[in-house]
């Protein structure tokens, strides 16, 4: 059964920081991973989805990659903002589904 | 375009009252639904899912209930609520397993 972690579950950066968020899975039978950003309240906004057979994807100041072998993705935010002060899910699928870890909570101090 | 619609945004119901959350998807045809609950410290649970109409597998036994009784509308359900039931719930879709999954905005479920 697939299970997602995501490290850290919190973290604060000043603002124009480079900085990376870590999503890991345990199914290696993953046919895509997704990265979301979450505002309090508010639903899940899609950001990046790399399919199976993809390295990376890039969208702005974001890239997410992804490493089956090692059942690890990461996403990098270039020159953060305060405006992306969110929570950032992974999702993984497999089985039709995907599975999400618990979030890292990030936020970026002017 | 598509857009998905879920309403209402917040609910307040008393303990042993029913439940019908709604969801609906524009702009496509035979999208894939979900339904996702989202609880302090647990994270996104997965719910229910559906492939057509009248498809529906439930991925943890509980008190809800999920139909689809039109191909791109998404109902939750529950005859009486009990206080574990509060939560955020989320409806999704996409168009194909390998397609990016999109949500709504969510409604704001307090069981009282």
């Known amino acids: 059964k697939q299970e997602v972690t995501q490290i850290p579950a919190a973290l604060s950066v000043p603002e124009g920081e480079n900085l990376v968020l870590n999503c890991s899975f345990t199914?290696?039978?993953?046919?895509?991973l997704q990265w979301f950003r979450q505002d309090p309240g508010k639903g899940l906004t899609s950001l990046l989805l790399?399919?199976?057979?993809?390295r990376e994807q890039t969208s702005g100041r974001l890239n997410a990659s992804l490493d089956k072998s090692s059942g690890r993705s990461t996403l990098y935010i270039a020159a953060s903002q305060p405006g992306d002060s969110a929570t950032y899910l992974c999702?993984?699928?497999?089985?039709?589904?995907?599975?999400f870890g618990k979030g890292t909570k990030l936020s970026v101090k002017p | 375009s598509q857009t998905i619609h879920q309403w209402p945004a917040t609910l307040v119901q008393p303990v042993g009252s029913p439940l019908s959350l709604e969801c609906t998807v524009e702009?496509?045809?035979?999208?894939?639904l979900y339904w996702y609950r989202q609880a302090a410290g647990r994270g996104l649970q997965l719910l229910f899912y559906?492939?057509?109409?009248?498809?529906i597998s439930s991925e943890v036994p509980q008190n809800l209930s999920a139909s689809r009784p039109q191909d791109r509308q998404f109902i939750l359900s529950s005859k009486k609520l009990l206080l574990s039931d509060s939560g955020f719930y989320l409806c999704?879709?996409?168009?194909?397993?390998?397609?990016?999954?999109?949500f709504g905005n969510g409604t704001r479920l307090t069981v009282t």
């Open positions: 999704a879709w996409r168009e194909a397993l390998n397609s990016p999954l999109h």
């Open positions: 199914d290696s039978a993953i046919y895509n």
């Open positions: 790399i399919q199976s057979s993809q």
């Open positions: 999702g993984g699928g497999s089985q039709g589904n995907l599975i």
């Open positions: 702009g496509t045809s035979n999208p894939n």
């Open positions: 559906s492939v057509g109409i009248g498809q």
